[in-house]
C-alpha cells in the first residue's frame, strides 16, 4: 500500500520533472526561468522538497523491508529456476530501484549541491539574477561519462517503472481482468516515453545540439 | 457369534420411516456432546461433512486422513454432478422418482428404505452446499441449473462446471476448517488408520500409523465412524486416486466387522485406454460423449493395425448399434462395458495390447461441423489430447472401460452402524444404497447424506448408552493391536526379497480383471481364488519394501494397502462366485440370455451378501440379508 | 526415450540436501511423467537404492497433491497443467530434465521432493469459509445469484490448493491461493457477513506463515494449473483496502 502511493507520488515527480526539464530545448530563458519560479516559491519549495523525501524515504524503506521478507521466505533457492510471466522488470525492482537511487544522489550533488563540478560554482547569473540551470546542464552533460550515467539511471528507471506504473494498480486493488493486459502495456509505454524524454537531454547535448551560449 | 441380521429398518409406511426413526432416537443432551470423543477416518464428502456437522454439535471430533490436507480426498476428483429431486424443471421429479429410478439402477438389490431416506434428504443437501458457497451452475434468472444424467428420464443432477466433487468437497472442507479452528476437530492428516481396537466387543479406538514420522499411535474414542472410500484400487488400475484403499475397511472385517456385497463394482465405459505396462492410473472421460461418438472396431482382425481412417465403412462393426438398435451407443454403463470387452476378446480391440475400441466423431462432425462438436466437447478433446498425444478432430478416439466404484462396502444397518457396536461406516466405504450398480451422480449424494443428514441423527443411539465408556489407550486390547501393527510392519520390511510391491499389486490386478471384472465365471472365479493364496504367499516371500519403518516411507504404505488388497481379492472372488446370478455390475456368463442380457435371480440372490471374517486362510462365513420390497415391484431392466 | 535426470534427494526436513544423477532409458513417449518417475523408483528399489520420494494422488490434475518443478517451473514446462498430467513427448529425446521440490520457506521438504504444505490449510482455517450450521440453510433457489457472478466464483474456487503459485512465485508469496479462497466467496451473497472479517484473518495468517509478499511478478498465474487469474489478487487488495480502513474506523 504505501508502496504504491510512494509510488504514484514519485512517478508524479518524474513527470514534473520531466516536463520542467524539457524546456531545456525552448532555451536557456524557459529553462532558466522555471528554475527560478520553483526557488520563488520559497518555503513552499522546502516543504515540497522536504516532502519529496519523505516519499522516497517511505519508498524506500518500505521496499527494503519487503524485499527482506520476500529473501526470507525462500531461504533455501532453487538450483534451476526459469520464468514464464515474471518479466525481468519485476523481478529486478529491487536493484533497479536501488541504482535509481544511487543516481539521485549523484544527481543532487550534481546539480542541487553542485559539489561535483568546479565549474558550475563560476558560472553567472544570467542577467535577471537567476542561476544558470542551462549551462550547468549543458557543461554537466558535456563530460560522456556524467552523460552515460544519467542514461544508464534513466534506464533502470525506466525499468523500475515498466513494472511499477502498472503494478500499483495492482496494488491498490483498482484492476480486473479486462483491464490488466491495457495497463501492462499503458506502463510500459509511459516508463520508456520517460526514458526517451529524459534521456533526450544528456543526448542532445553530447550530440551538440543545444550549446553553451553566451550571455550578450 | 453372528445371528440373522438386523437391519434395524423402522417400521411404518415408507415416506414416514425416517422421520419416526428420528423422532425415537435418542438425544445426547448439549453438554454432555463434550464429554464424547469421536473418531472419523476419511475426509471425503462423507467424513469431512460428517466430522463439521458432529463437530458443530459439540461432540469432540478426531478426523484423519492419509492425504496432506484433507482437502485433497477423493471425492475432489468427481466430475458429473450430484443429484436432488428438487424439480426445478418442473418435469415431475419428486423423492418418489429420485427413490425409484436409483433402486432400479442399483438392479433391486439395496435396502428400500435406505435407498428412500437417501432421496429424502437430497434436497436438504442442495441447501447447505448452496449456503456453504458451493458455486453450482445457474441461469441467467439467478436461479440453480440441472443437466440430466444417465439412467434417469428427469433431469436432476446439479453440477458446478466439471468440478462438482471438487466445490463439494470444499465446501465441506471449509466447514471442517472452521470447526478445526474452533479446536473441536483435531485434524491428522498424513496418518493412515492400520487397525481397529474394540473394547468389550465395541469399537473403541484405532491405531495409526503417522506417515512423516512413522509413528505408531493408539487412538481412543466413544464411536469410531469410517469414511474411507471405495476399493477400486484393488484392481490396480481404476479412474480411483493411487492411494485410494481397503485397509480401514478390511481390518475392520478382519476384526469382525461384516463385508458386504465386495464382488459389485462398477466398471465405466468411457475412460482412456491403457497404453503402456506403467501405466498407473485410468482417467475418465465424460459419458456425454456417446451422445455423438459412434462406437466401433474393426471387423476383420487383420485391420486392427491398420490407422483408423484407413478402414472402408464395410468393414467397420458399430456393434452397439447392431447390439441395442433402440439404445445404439448410448446403452447403459454395464452393457457398453460388456460389450467392448467381447469385441476385444475376439481380438478386434484396437491400440496397444488390443485393449480398446475407437469412438468416433467424424460422422457427428459431418453432420454438425467441427464448432459444435468443439463446444460440446472441446475441453473432453483437450483432455484426450494431452493424455494420449492424438487429435480426436482428426481420427477417432480409443476408449476403453476402467474401474470406477465400488458398490461394496462394511454391512451396516439404518443407523449406518455396522455389526460392531460403535462403528459406524458411511459413504462409499459402507454398502448401503446403490444396490448391484449405481447411478450416475449419485456417489456424491450418498456421501454427504450420511455425513451431514443421517450420521449425524443415528449416532447419537449408540452414543447415548455410553457415557464414560471411553477406555484408556493403555487397555491391553490397545496394547495388542498395536504389538500386531508393529509386527507386520517388521515383517514387511524384513522379507527383502526380489519382487516390487508394485509388480505384485499389478499382476493382482490383472488377474482381477481377467477373472472378477466385467464378466465373471464359475471356473474363473475359482480359478483367481485357487491363484490369489500363492500370490499372497509369493508377496510375504518376496516382495521387498525399501527404507526404514520409522521415516517417510512410500514403498512401505503400498507394501501394507497391497497386503490387504492380496487378502481383500479373494473375498471378492468368493462374493462374486457365491451370487450365482447376473445383476447391475456383477455379469455372470452363466446366466445371460441368448443375446446376452443378464438374468437376475430374485428367488434365490435378493439379498445382501455379508460376509464374516474365520480367521486366515479360512473360508468366510456367509450371512445373507434379505431384502424387503414393500413398495416397488421387482422388474427386469431392458435396454434393446 | 533416454533422459538424464538430475533430482533433489533429502532425507529430512532438517537434512542437508542436493541434486543427484540418474539416467533412465527406454522410456515411451506415452508415459506420464510420474509413471517415468515410478519406473525409476523400481528400478531404484530393484538396485537395493531407496526410491526417490514424491507426492501424487489422482493423477488427473484435481486433488492439488503433485508438487515438482521440473526445469525451474513449477508442475514443468507445460501449462496450465498439474506435474500428474505431464507427458514425456513433451521433452527432447536425451534431455537433462532437474526435478526439484516445490521451495518455500512456509512448505518445508518432508524427504526428497515431499513437502508439507499445511500453512495453506490454516490460512482457510483463519476464515475461508461461510459459517452455515448444517441443516439452517434456507430452500437453495431463495437467493438468486446473476449468472456472471455465479461464473466468475467458480473461476476463482478452481484452485486446487497445489501451492504451485507460491513455489513459483519469486517472492514465494501465496496470495495467488488465498486471493482465490477470498473472490470465491466474496463474490457470492452466501458469503457476504463474514466478508470484511474472513479477508483480514485470512490475509493476516498468510503473513504469519511466513509466505512473501506479492510484487506482481504474475509468475504465479502462469503456472497455476487451475488458471485461477491475478485479477483476484487485485480483489484481494481491494477487499483488504476496505476492510483494514473500516476496521480502523472502528466497524
Ligand atoms: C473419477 C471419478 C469421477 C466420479 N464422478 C462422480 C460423479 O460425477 N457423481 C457422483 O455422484 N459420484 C462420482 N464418483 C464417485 C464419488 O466421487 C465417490 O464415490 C465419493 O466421492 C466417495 O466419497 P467418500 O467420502 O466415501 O470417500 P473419499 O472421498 O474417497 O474419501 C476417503 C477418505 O478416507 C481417507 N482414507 C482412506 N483410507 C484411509 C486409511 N487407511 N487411513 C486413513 N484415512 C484413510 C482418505 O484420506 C480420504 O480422506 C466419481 C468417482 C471417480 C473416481
Ligand atoms: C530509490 C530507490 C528505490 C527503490 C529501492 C525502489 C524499490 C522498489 C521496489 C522493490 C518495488 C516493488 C514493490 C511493489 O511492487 O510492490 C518498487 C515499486 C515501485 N516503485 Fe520503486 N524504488 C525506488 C525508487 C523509485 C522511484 C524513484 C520511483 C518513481 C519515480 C519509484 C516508483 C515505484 C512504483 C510506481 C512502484 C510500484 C508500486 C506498486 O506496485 O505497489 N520507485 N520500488
Ligand atoms: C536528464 C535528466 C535530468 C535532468 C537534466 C535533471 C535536471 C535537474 C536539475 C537541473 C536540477 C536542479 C534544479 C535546481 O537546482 O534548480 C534537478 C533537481 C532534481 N532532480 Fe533532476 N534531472 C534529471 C533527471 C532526474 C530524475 C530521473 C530524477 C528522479 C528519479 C531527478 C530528481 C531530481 C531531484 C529529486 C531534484 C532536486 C529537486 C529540488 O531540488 O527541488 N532528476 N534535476
Ligand atoms: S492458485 Fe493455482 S497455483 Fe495456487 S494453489 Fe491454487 S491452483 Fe495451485
Ligand atoms: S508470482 Fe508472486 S509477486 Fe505476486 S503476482 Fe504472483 S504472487
Ligand atoms: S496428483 Fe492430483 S493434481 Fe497431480
Redesign the pocket.
Given at each position: 500500500m504505501i508502496v504504491a502511493v510512494t509510488g504514484i507520488i514519485l512517478i508524479l515527480f518524474v513527470i514534473g520533472h520531466l516536463l520542467g526539464n524539457l524546456q531545456i530545448f525552448l532555451g536557456p530563458e524557459w529553462i532558466n526561468g522555471y528554475a527560478q519560479h520553483l526557488r520563488d516559491l520559497g518555503p513552499l519549495l522546502w516543504i515540497i522538497r522536504g516532502a519529496l523525501l519523505v516519499v522516497v524515504i517511505l519508498h524506500i524503506y518500505f521496499t527494503i523491508q519487503l524485499v527482506i521478507e520476500n529473501r526470507r521466505a525462500r531461504p533455501d533457492h532453487y538450483k534451476r529456476k526459469d520464468f514464464v510471466k515474471a518479466t525481468l522488470a519485476s523481478r529486478s525492482m529491487a536493484i533497479s530501484g536501488l541504482i535509481v537511487l544511487a543516481f539521485i544522489i549523484f544527481h543532487l550533488l550534481h546539480f542541487s549541491f553542485r559539489t561535483t563540478d568546479p565549474r558550475f560554482a563560476q558560472l553567472a547569473h544570467d542577467p535577471l539574477g537567476h542561476d544558470d540551470v542551462y549551462s550547468m546542464m549543458v557543461l554537466g552533460f558535456s563530460n560522456p561519462l556524467v552523460s552515460g550515467f544519467y542514461i544508464l539511471a534513466l534506464f533502470l528507471l525506466a525499468l523500475h517503472l515498466s513494472h511499477g506504473a502498472s503494478s500499483f494498480f495492482q496494488s491498490l486493488g483498482l484492476n480486473d481482468q479486462k483491464l490488466a493486459p491495457r495497463l501492462a502495456s499503458a506502463g510500459r509505454i509511459f516508463a520508456w516515453l520517460l526514458f526517451f524524454g529524459y534521456s533526450s537531454i544528456p543526448a542532445a547535448v553530447l550530440i551538440g545540439w543545444v550549446k553553451l551560449r553566451t550571455h550578450s | 457369534m453372528i445371528g440373522t441380521l438386523d437391519s434395524r429398518v423402522p417400521a411404518g409406511p415408507l415416506p414416514e420411516k425416517w422421520r419416526r426413526h428420528q423422532n425415537n432416537s435418542k438425544l445426547v443432551a448439549p453438554n454432555n456432546r463434550r464429554r464424547f470423543e469421536i473418531i472419523i477416518v476419511g475426509t471425503g464428502l462423507a467424513g469431512g461433512s460428517a466430522a463439521a456437522t458432529l463437530a458443530e454439535q459439540g461432540y469432540n471430533i478426531k478426523s484423519f486422513c492419509y492425504q496432506d490436507s484433507p482437502r485433497r480426498a477423493h471425492s475432489i476428483a468427481a466430475q458429473g454432478g450430484i443429484n436432488a429431486a428438487k424439480n426445478y424443471q418442473n418435469d415431475g421429479d419428486s423423492v418418489y422418482r429420485l427413490f425409484y429410478d436409483t433402486i432400479k439402477g442399483g438392479d433391486f438389490r439395496s435396502r428400500e428404505a435406505n435407498v428412500y431416506r437417501l432421496a429424502e434428504v437430497s434436497n436438504s443437501i442442495i441447501d447447505q452446499c448452496v449456503e456453504q458457497g458451493v458455486p453450482f451452475a445457474r441461469e441467467y434468472g439467478g436461479l440453480l441449473a440441472n443437466r440430466s444424467f444417465g439412467g434417469a428420464q428427469v433431469s436432476r443432477t446439479f453440477y458446478a462446471r466439471g468440478q462438482t466433487g471438487q466445490q463439494l468437497l470444499l465446501g465441506a472442507y471449509q466447514a471442517l476448517c472452521r470447526q478445526i479452528a474452533a479446536g473441536t476437530v483435531t485434524m491428522f492428516p498424513q496418518t493412515e488408520m492400520l487397525d481397529l481396537v474394540l473394547v468389550d466387543g465395541h469399537a473403541k479406538g484405532i491405531i495409526t500409523r503417522d506417515l512423516i514420522t512413522g509413528e505408531i499411535v493408539r487412538h481412543a474414542a466413544d464411536a469410531v465412524v469410517l469414511a474411507t472410500g471405495g476399493y477400486g484400487n484393488v484392481f490396480y488400475l481404476s479412474t480411483n486416486a493411487r492411494g485410494c484403499n481397503v485397509t480401514a475397511t478390511y481390518r475392520a472385517y478382519k476384526k469382525g466387522a461384516l463385508f458386504a456385497n465386495p464382488c459389485y463394482t462398477q466398471i465405466h465405459p468411457t475412460c482412456i485406454p491403457v497404453s503402456g505396462d506403467y501405466q498407473s492410473k485410468l482417467t475418465l472421460m465424460s459419458e456425454s460423449l456417446r451422445n455423438d461418438g459412434r462406437v466401433w472396431v474393426p471387423k476383420r482382425k487383420e485391420d486392427c493395425g491398420k490407422p483408423p481412417n484407413d478402414i472402408p465403412e464395410a468393414d467397420r462393426d458399430y456393434y452397439l448399434e447392431r447390439k441395442y438398435p433402440s439404445y445404439g451407443n448410448l446403452a447403459p454403463r454395464d452393457i457398453s462395458s460388456r460389450s467392448a470387452k467381447e469385441v476385444c476378446d475376439e481380438g478386434r480391440g484396437v491400440g496397444p495390447g488390443g485393449r480398446g475400441v475407437y469412438l468416433d466423431f467424424k460422422d457427428a462432425i459431418a453432420r454438425l461441423g467441427e464448432a459444435t462438436i468443439r463446444e460440446r466437447y472441446g475441453n473432453l478433446f483437450d483432455i484426450y489430447e494431452k493424455i494420449t498425444g492424438d487429435n480426436a478432430y482428426k481420427a477417432p478416439m480409443r476408449i476403453y472401460p476402467a474401474v470406477h466404484y465400488t458398490m461394496g462396502g462394511l454391512w451396516v444397518d439404518y443407523n449406518l452402524m455396522s455389526n460392531v457396536p460403535g462403528l459406524h461406516v458411511i459413504g462409499e466405504a459402507n454398502f448401503s444404497d446403490h444396490g448391484a450398480n449405481r447411478l450416475g451422480a449419485s456417489a456424491l449424494m450418498q456421501g454427504l447424506a450420511d455425513g451431514y443428514f443421517v450420521l449425524p441423527y443415528t449416532l447419537p443411539n449408540y452414543l447415548a448408552g455410553q457415557i464414560g465408556k471411553r477406555p484408556s489407550t493403555d487397555h491391553p486390547e490397545f496394547v495388542k493391536a498395536e504389538s500386531e501393527v508393529r509386527e507386520r510392519t517388521k515383517r514387511m520390511l524384513d522379507v527383502d526379497g526380489k519382487r516390487s510391491v508394485d509388480s505384485f499389486h499389478r499382476e493382482l490386478g490383472l488377474l482381477l480383471w481377467d477373472k472378477c471384472g466385467m464378466a465373471r465365471n464359475a471356473p474363473g472365479l475359482q480359478e483367481a481364488i485357487a491363484r490369489i493364496p500363492q500370490l499372497r504367499e509369493e508377496f510375504w516371500n518376496n516382495v521387498t519394501v525399501p527404507g526404514y519403518g520409522e521415516n517417510f516411507n512410500q514403498s512401505l504404505e503400498r507394501a501394507g494397502r497391497v497386503a490387504d488388497f492380496l487378502e481383500f481379492g479373494e473375498l471378492m472372488c468368493r462374493d462374486a462366485l457365491a451370487r450365482d446370478e447376473s445383476c447391475g455390475g456383477h455379469f455372470r456368463q452363466e446366466h445371460q440370455t441368448p443375446d446376452g442380457e443378464a438374468v437376475r435371480d430374485d428367488e434365490n440372490f435378493a439379498d445382501v451378501f455379508a460376509w464374516e471374517y474365520q480367521g486366515d486362510g479360512a473360508e468366510p462365513k456367509l450371512h445373507p440379508e434379505p431384502l424387503v420390497f414393500e413398495s416397488v415391484h421387482l422388474a427386469t431392466r431392458s435396454y434393446k | 526415450m533416454n533422459f538424464k535426470l538430475k533430482i533433489w534427494r533429502q532425507l529430512g526436513r532438517d537434512s542437508k540436501g542436493k541434486l543427484k544423477p540418474y539416467e533412465i532409458s527406454g522410456i515411451s513417449p506415452a508415459t506420464s511423467f510420474l509413471e517415468m518417475l515410478d519406473i525409476l523408483n523400481e528400478q531404484l528399489t530393484a538396485h537395493g537404492t531407496e526410491p526417490v520420494a514424491f507426492d501424487s494422488d489422482c493423477r488427473e490434475g484435481i486433488c492439488?497433491t503433485c508438487s515438482l518443478t521440473i526445469n525451474g517451473e513449477?508442475h514443468g514446462p507445460s501449462h496450465p497443467a498439474a506435474a500428474c498430467q505431464l507427458y514425456m513427448r513433451e521433452f527432447k529425446d536425451g534431455a537433462t530434465i532437474t526435478i526439484e521440490p516445490f521451495r518455500a520457506r512456509s512448505f518445508p521438504i518432508v524427504k526428497d521432493l515431499v513437502i508439507n504444505r499445511s500453512a495453506?490449510d490454516r490460512i482457510v482455517q483463519a476464515g475461508g469459509f461461510v459459517s452455515a450450521r448444517t441443516g439452517s440453510a434456507p430452500e437453495a433457489n431463495s437467493t438468486p445469484v446473476p449468472k456472471h457472478k455465479a461464473d466468475l466464483a467458480m473461476e476463482a474456487a478452481?484452485?486446487?490448493?497445489?501451492?504451485?503459485?507460491?513455489a513459483a512465485c519469486p517472492n514465494a508469496s501465496a496470495m495467488?491461493?488465498t486471493s482465490?479462497k477470498i473472490s470465491h466467496l466474496a463474490l457470492l451473497p452466501q458469503g457476504q457477513p463474514e466478508r470484511r472479517r474472513r479477508v483480514l484473518r485470512m490475509v493476516r495468517q498468510m503473513d504469519a506463515e511466513g509466505f512473501g509478499n506479492c510484487t506482481n511478478t504474475y509468475e504465479?498465474e502462469a503456472?497455476?494449473?487451475?488458471e485461477?487469474s491475478v485479477s483476484f489478487i487485485a480483489k484481494m487488495n481491494r477487499e483488504y483496502a476496505i476492510a483494514s480502513l473500516g476496521e480502523r474506523l472502528g466497524e
Open positions: - | - | 492439488g513449477a495453506l478452481a484452485c486446487i490448493g497445489c501451492g504451485a503459485c507460491a495467488l491461493f482465490a504465479c503456472v497455476c494449473p487451475a485461477i
